[in-house]
């Protein structure tokens, strides 16, 4: 997957981690879970590369 992909699916995550956030009204807390499904999610991508 190339770079805009990777960039994209990060964030995604963010946002819709962010999202879930405000639902909860918890906005940082959802911001950081995103944050890290998003690093998570970029690392298992380029490496498959």
Known sequence: MNYSG??????????VGSGVGLLF?????????GLGAGI???AIFRKSK
Do not use: A
């Open 40 to 42: 998570v999610l970029t």
């Open 25 to 33: 009204g918890e906005l940082e807390v959802g911001g950081t879970i």
């Open 6 to 15: 990777v960039g994209l699916i990060f964030i995604s995550c963010l946002s």
